[in-house]
């Protein structure tokens, strides 16, 4: 009787085990036909990805040249020959003042001259000779005049208006080409090149405008921020006419040209006796491909491709609690610094996606 109960339990037993076997058989089994069937439905898209070195900048634009038209004494205006928006060369004279005095007493001092010469008093006559300079001088000062070629931005002065001495009354502007001084963080200094291309970007215009770096002195600067800077000339030869002097801007000093890199999931690389090979989802076509690491979960095609293949997926991803993507999750990015005024210039930032490896 007790050999009978115990030839049950054991029976009990095994069968109990051979059904947690095949429990844990169906669900493995399960699960790897899941993952094959996520795989089999699984793309990935070769995508193209811009990686470029630059310094960025921000600031104003301002005129090649300005001159603040302003009256060098005082007195009543005789004369505006020109207005807003008129050309003018150097030398022209802008405004006149009543020089009456001033020509009256060098008329005077003429007299006296001719006198001096008579009477044959040689120091009194170097003396006069002296004054008459200053005569002249003050004559001179009754005159705005141009100081380069340019264009009248701004007037504000009438015939019979009283002036002041340094009373500012316009604006003479040469705008045959754009200047900017931009700060640049004392790291990236080393990487500047006279002639190096700049893109500026303007609130103002929809396009980019090319210029170029100038020149940076020798010595650097101590921010308010407590940053070392480097002030920078840029200057823009040729620029479209809705942006004007004082214009604000974004932009960028190209240190290299842009680097156009093939970049893909590594889930759709498979290998073969050590060759790395994709395979399309179109047609089902095997491509051999050389590929190196580019960042977290991608690779970067070297060979192979040209961009916009859709590849079947060669391996699922590990399921971690969370997608598995680049650093910036999407393509295009870049490798900068610098900065601008409000904010602390410098620092870097990798490729959107992750850097080369």
Known sequence: MGKKKFSRKLKFAIGCGIAVLVIVAGLVGAKTLIASSKKDNTVYTVKKESYENVIEIAGTVAAAEQQTLQALSAGTVLGVYVQKGDKVKEGDIIIQLDDTEQEYNLAKLDYSMASSRVSGSQMELALQKKQRLSLLQKIEDRKVKATFNGIIADLDVSVGDSLEAKDSVGVLVNVDY??????????????????????????AYDGTVEGSVVSWPAIGEVTSRGATVVKVKIRIDEYPEEILPNFSFTGKIRITDPVENLIVESYAIARENGQAYVQLASTGEKINVKVSSYGNGYVKIEEGLSGGEVLKAQSAPKNSGGSRSRPGGSSGGKNSSGGGPGGTPGGNSIPIGGPPM
């Open 178 to 203: 754009l200047i900017a001084e931009v700060e640049i963080a004392e790291t990236d200094v080393s990487k500047l090149k006279t002639g190096q291309k700049v893109e500026f970007t303007f609130p």
